[in-house]
């Protein structure tokens, strides 16, 4: 525990927010406020977690990618039909959709990789990646921006649209 009464992961997200905010630099180990930094701070700013204009990726406790992202690291191959099987109860809305889309946008950034064996009826099937099974949270992604957020390491990745939907067929 630190002396601001945070734990080491929780410090080291912080930073990394502020780095990537432009209001600290770091190297070595050391860590140095900017002059953007300090003009935030003369200006008695705040930094916030609030609205991102419809630009944040959800993060919701158990959603369907979350039990995705669990099942996945549990799992030596799946297809989008093995985890619908798996994971959807009937409450939930567009899975399929929902979920094609989640593994085309991880598959793009890398964290999913393609088996060469089909699955039944042809269908795709992948394995994650172990080095980049990052943690247990599900990394975000946002249609709308197009981007993929590890909320273990806080690393976002901008993905293309070019990133077809992941379907039982392909």
């Not at 997200?13 to 600290?24: D, E």
């Not at 950034?109 to 393609?114: D, I, Q, S, T």
Request: proline residues 4%; positive net charge.
């Amino acid at each position: 525990m630190s002396s601001f009464g945070k734990d080491r992961e929780s410090m080291r997200r912080c930073l990394g927010h502020l780095r990537q905010n432009g209001f600290v630099a770091s190297a070595e180990g050391v860590h140095q406020i900017t002059d953007k930094g300090r003009q935030f701070l003369a200006d008695g700013r705040t930094i916030t977690s609030g609205p991102c204009s419809g630009n944040a990726a959800s993060r919701r406790g158990l959603s369907l990618r979350q039990r995705a992202w669990r099942a996945m690291g549990m799992r030596d191959g799946f297809s989008l039909d093995d985890l619908l099987t798996m994971l959807c109860d009937g409450s939930e809305k567009e899975p399929e959709r929902n979920l094609s889309r989640y593994l085309a946008a991880l598959e793009a950034a890398g964290y999913l990789m393609r088996l060469p064996r089909r699955g039944e009826g042809g269908a795709t099937r992948w394995r994650l990646r172990r080095d980049w099974a990052t943690g247990p949270e599900a990394p975000a992604f946002n249609t709308q921006t197009r981007r993929l957020t590890d909320c273990n390491t806080g690393q976002v990745f901008k993905l293309g649209r070019t990133a077809p939907e992941a379907g039982h067929g392909r």
